[in-house]
């Protein structure tokens, strides 16, 4: 059984700093993109960053580059978001993501999702 863990989320004043962090066990995703979204209360879930299975190349939402950093260790199926210069209106339940297809040609660019981890929150108080 395939399991996406997030973990690294918590309260934070504007400006600081988390790392998130999703451990995936039951299955290997070296070959595979991963990623993260997003969730605000009372918005629909939005992509926020995702990387090619090698890790060479990256994707970011407009509201978080320059801030956020993506990353992942394949030997340990892992991937890290590294979240910088924190706003209150980074403030959502964060979901990793893993699987699916990733073309920055279509809109959105990361889809198909094939596994989804049940959420770490992350509040950022002004």
């Known amino acids: 059984q395939v399991q996406l863990v997030e973990s690294g989320g918590g309260l934070v004043q504007a400006g600081g700093s988390l790392r998130l962090s999703c451990t995936v066990s039951g299955r290997t995703f070296s070959s595979y993109p991963m990623g993260w979204f997003r969730q605000a209360p009372g918005k629909e879930r939005e992509f926020v960053a995702a990387i090619t299975w090698s890790g060479s190349k990256t994707y970011y939402t407009d509201s978080v580059k320059g801030r956020f950093t993506i990353s992942r260790d394949n030997a340990k199926n892992t991937v890290t978001l590294q979240m910088n210069s924190l706003k209150a209106e980074d403030t959502a339940v964060y979901y990793c993501?893993?699987?699916?297809?990733?073309?920055?040609?279509?809109?959105?660019?990361?889809?198909?999702?094939?596994?989804w981890g049940k959420g770490t929150l992350v509040t950022v108080s002004s």
């Open positions: 993501a893993a699987g699916g297809r990733l073309d920055p040609r279509r809109d959105p660019l990361f889809y198909g999702i094939d596994y």
